[in-house]
């Protein structure tokens, strides 16, 4: 099956710095989405992106399909940025020419902004 | 608000007890589907549904079973839990395009524990 790895496993960053995080993926996939577990659980939807850039304030994205990779960029990080960052892709089935939406999700980074 | 709603948010049972965990969308979606995390392997999908009375099984189905009477809800079935089915459950809603459902959103989860 579609393998999604994440890196790094752990970030600690000191509250302003920037950081990068990264999502590799082994097959074609129709879409990928990046998200944010807050530390009471919840899944907050920060990027839809199967391919290009986008970016939302502080946060930004980008999704290279060829080359099978997003980069999730945090700039001036806050105490509030801290939880775990997730990518996760949908396999792109070529017989059916879409997806079942079944999301496969990479380990995660586990983010800690210190004030 | 748009949104995804579950209930409950938090459950304490035991072992056989039959219990229902409802979602409910408001975004006129026509995709739906239930996640569970679990420490150490992540977020796998249950079942899903692709419109109403549309349900196939996911990728770990075994114990659950789902209904989709109405486009808005798709409740999560559990007829006899068991303490292997304690978990984090996230129902997800998204809208259907030509290839397939597009970008997911996640309910605030449900924190279920089989004793």
């Known amino acids: 099956g579609i393998q999604v790895e994440q890196s790094p496993p752990d970030l600690i960053l000191q509250e302003g710095a920037n950081s990068t995080l990264r999502c590799n993926f082994s097959d074609s996939v129709n879409n990928l989405q990046w998200f944010h577990q807050n530390p009471w659980g919840q899944l907050i939807n920060l990027f839809y992106?199967?391919?290009g850039t986008k970016q939302n304030g502080r946060l930004s994205a980008t999704t290279v399909a060829t080359e099978r990779y997003s980069l999730l960029y945090i700039s001036s990080s806050q105490t509030t940025d801290s939880g775990v960052y997730f990518c996760a892709v949908d396999l792109l089935d070529m017989n059916y020419g879409g997806s079942q939406g079944n999301l496969i999700f990479g380990k995660g980074t586990k983010l800690s902004v210190k004030p | 608000e748009a949104q995804v709603t579950q209930n409950p948010r938090y459950l304490i049972t035991v072992t056989g007890k039959k219990l229902t965990v409802t979602c409910s969308q408001n975004?006129?979606?026509?995709?739906m589907s239930w996640y569970r995390q679990d420490p150490g392997l992540g977020l796998r999908q249950i079942y899903y549904?692709?419109?109403?009375?549309?349900?196939d099984k996911g990728d770990v189905p075994e114990g659950y079973k789902v209904s989709r009477k109405e486009k808005r809800n798709f409740p999560l079935i559990l007829e006899s839990p068991s303490p292997n089915q304690t978990s984090l459950y996230f129902c997800a809603s998204s809208p259907l395009l030509a290839g397939g459902p597009n970008e997911q959103f996640f309910g605030p989860g449900t924190r279920l524990t089989v004793l």
């Open positions: 992106i199967p391919s």
């Open positions: 975004m006129n979606h026509e995709y």
């Open positions: 549904s692709m419109n109403v009375e549309v349900t």
